[in-house]
């Protein structure tokens, strides 16, 4: 059977993937993925970041001070930001603005988790955390 999020074929375990994917996924996605995800709770999260990396990697940052400056933002996208369109009220979606300029790969756990459809890393910042 194949991993429903890497697509690599599951070898041993496989794990309940929700809420990420409906179709179980291997041991590593788990860690990477599904747990941080899990964790980090998106929906009542006003304090923390989540970082989709294309690697098929999730991890939950918090801003240094009390709000992330424009310095960490650009740190964590790897580049200049870009808000990537979204009706939602209470996060902001922060891309590369050069992603595809610099050839970076697709991601594609925020594609399919959440139809944002971007290259290079994607940030899902609360609003109140941003300046
Ligand atoms: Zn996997």
Redesign the pocket.
């Known amino acids: 059977m194949k ?1 429903s ?2 697509s ?1 074929e599951i070898q041993g375990d496989e794990h309940n993937a929700l809420p990420i994917a409906v179709e179980p ?2 041991s ?2 788990n860690d990477n993925v599904v747990i941080p995800m899990r964790i980090y709770n998106l929906g009542n999260n006003t304090k923390e970041a989540l970082l989709m990396s294309p690697d ?1 990697k999730l991890k939950i940052i918090k801003p240094k001070a009390d709000k992330f400056t424009l310095k960490e933002l650009q740190d964590l996208v790897e580049g200049y930001i870009e808000y990537y369109p979204t009706s939602n009220k209470n996060y902001n979606i922060i891309v590369n603005e050069e992603g595809l300029l610099m050839r970076l790969s697709l991601n594609k756990i925020s594609s399919s988790v959440f139809g944002i459809h971007a290259v290079g890393n994607v940030l899902i910042v609360p609003k109140k955390l941003i300046r």
């Open positions: 991993c999020i890497c690599k996924c291997c590593t996605c098929f």
